[in-house]
């Protein structure tokens, strides 16, 4: 029975080269010249770290246009937190992977409301929709594709037949 996985997840490698590619533009950028300003790709977020909020601004701008470059989803970046230590200003993104519970129940709701033939279960981080012809599951696909409202970057993963 074909099936496959909707999960939210980023390619970490590519986001190494996109916050390196950042801080090389940081690097050459005229207003940035004299100024202590960095970013810095932790576990599970990126941290951007300047001397004020104005070029904190201009750093998240050059931050999501090297994730358009690496073909990386913007909503892969959640909710800044900001911060201030002395006289740096930092911002912190937390990097969104995984489906959470409520979200996941979301999707199952939307895909049972479509009247789809298919099942789908929430597995761990996970959703797992199976049906009995491919053709089910690619109008899934599509279905899940043109909803925005989950706020979070898609993928379809193990399409098995």
Request: net charge neutral.
């Amino acid at each position: 029975m074909p099936s496959f996985d909707v999960v939210s997840e980023y390619d970490r490698h590519e986001m190494t080269n996109a916050v390196d590619q950042a801080n090389r533009e940081l690097d050459t950028r005229y207003d940035f010249r004299g100024v202590e300003a960095y970013f810095e790709l932790e576990e599970g977020r990126v941290v951007l770290a300047a001397e004020n909020e104005g070029q904190l601004e201009q750093m998240a701008m050059m931050l999501r246009t090297s994730l358009g470059k690496r073909k990386l989803d913007m909503r892969v970046l959640g909710q800044a937190e900001a911060s201030k230590a002395g006289k740096q200003v930092k911002r912190t993104y937390p990097l969104q992977a995984g489906i959470e519970t409520a979200k996941a129940k979301s999707m199952v709701k939307k895909i049972k409301d479509s009247k789809i033939k298919v099942q789908a279960q929430i597995q761990g981080d996970q959703v797992r929709v199976t049906g009995k012809k491919r053709d089910d599951l690619q109008e899934v696909m599509q279905l899940l594709r043109g909803d925005e409202s989950f706020g979070i970057p898609l993928q379809f993963n193990n399409f098995r037949d």
